[in-house]
């Protein structure tokens, strides 16, 4: 080989290993917000993708978790969404080496648009209770959400290889709004459905449902009136495609109940996506 082939062949090989490297400085020079901002996008330009989640929750008396939800998700056509829960009858922290009976699963499906930046409700099926919940475990939603309000964002320690972890903490303000927002159209579809049912019912069932529900949405704003909220989410990213791997949070909020009692209650979540 002569000598200027090979001057060639190790000018060719420096250039690709400055190349290789400058895209990982790239990289690696993006800040968290950077990072979460891709993530967005690539979320944003899917036309269809997977989730699977699962919620539970605990309080300050209890050691093991009161409850637990698991749930799945499926995007279609860029901007359809539908979500799909299980939820056990039996508490979270009783594990059994039976299959749970389909008679011990309550499931709930319901269905989402998104229009105008928001998630707009289309069809519910199953349990009324759990699928006035569903748009809560919305992730699309989890993440729209986190990018509008006021927050703490940085890199976490422990990545695994090939990816990034951004923890953001809600500031506690935005993080107390954003919770009785989600609360408060939990109640206000929880009396549309009772409204429809109504309709059948006699005067004196019609008084009672409405009565419950005015006792229910006079506690819940009790208890918001007088909170401490705070909210963390761990986002991980694959660093290749800059698609999320999973996203976890952990909401805890602290009140006081009917008899001025301070109480804490603390809800976990996980999700795991599949572009």
Known sequence: MKKREICRGMAALLWM???????????????PEEWFKQTLGGLAGKDSFTFNGEAAVRTQSQKGFRESLSYEGRLTEHDKLTIRSMLPSQPAEVKTSKPLNIKN????????RRQDG?????????????????????????????????????????????????????????????????LEAEMGKIRQQADTGEQAGSAQEKRQLADVWNKGDAQLKQMLDHSEVGMVYYLTIDKKTGFPVKLSSESVIRYLNLHNQEEEETLVNDVSFNP
């Not at 699963?105 to 989402?112: D, I, L, P, Q, T």
């Open 17 to 31: 290993s400055i190349y290789l490297t400058g895209c990982s400085l790239l990289q690696n020079d993006r800040n």
């Open 105 to 112: 699963v309550h499931a709930a499906e319901s269905g989402f």
């Open 118 to 182: 928001q998630w707009v409700h289309l069809f519910s099926e199953g349990s009324t209770t759990l699928n006035s919940s569903l748009a809560r475990f919305n992730p699309l939603a989890q993440l729209d959400a986190v990018s509008r309000l006021p927050k703490q964002m940085k890199e976490a320690s422990g990545a695994a290889r090939g990816t990034k972890v951004l923890r953001i903490e809600l500031e506690p303000a935005a993080a107390r709004q954003w919770l009785s927002e989600q």
